[in-house]
């Protein structure tokens, strides 16, 4: 990397600054609670500055202690009526909330599920327990993008709610292809609607995990991000995507992170490994 891109990077603005929510009670790492708000308070320098939200379920929202003060992002695990009361329980702890998660479950309705997301959002705006800045994160399903799912992004992006992608899962199979999650970073720019992701993500470039895996790297999904929003060939990049090698300017992928916000990981040590190997951290 140039040196004049390495120098670019040492104020806070680097590309990677709030790249991760902490998910780190989330499969495969499945830390408790308690230990989990320990490591995520304990954070310093560059480590804190690549860490954005403490992901919690909703179910687990009452046992944060008191007095946390970090954001959080609150994963709804029931469906649209269940939106406000995490939003409220927030307001009433007076906890930061960094925004909601709800994943689409009625298959057969894609859209339909949607409307009743984007309907509870509305009613819970409207009642006062969530706020109009708190981010709502519309979780699709790991399937191509038919007319149903595409109807249902419509949905989402009329509402200026926002999409989440899982680009990984404990299985093997639960990695998406590159074609497919290509199709899906595109559907979301076509509809200028910012997205995060969640799983798999904890390397910077793609490789092939223990379990056979072929895993998608962050700076891979920020490249490829930027480089289909300028206009790049379907693909370019599936390639970009693919590509083990990834050499990607700085100023590229900050410029991503407008519409790639963030990525769910459980483990913190491995995406910042991986950018201290890129030599782009900034000072401690």
Known sequence: MQAEAIVALVTR???WTGLVDDAATFPPGD??????????AARSGDEAALVGAFVVRDTDLPALPAGFAGPVSVVVTG???????PAALCAKRGLSLAGLDVALRDLDDLAGNARRVVAAVDAARAEGVLGEEAPVHVELPQSEATYAWLAAADEVAAAEL???LRTGGVEPHQHPAAPLLASWIDAALDRETPFRCTAGLHR???HTADD???RHGFVNVLAATRRAFDGASAEEV????????????PTELAGARRWFTSF????IDEPMADIRALGVHGPS
């Open 79 to 85: 469906g649209a009526g269940q939106l406000a009361g």
């Open 31 to 40: 830390a408790d609670l308690a230990s989990a708000v320990q490591a995520y």
């Open 212 to 214: 056979g895996a072929e």
């Open 13 to 15: 603005e680097h590309f």
């Open 162 to 164: 926002r999409i989440k």
């Open 204 to 206: 910077a470039r793609r």
């Open 238 to 249: 599936v390639a970009t995507l693919e590509d083990r090698a990834l050499e990607a300017d």
């Open 264 to 267: 769910g990981s459980c483990s």
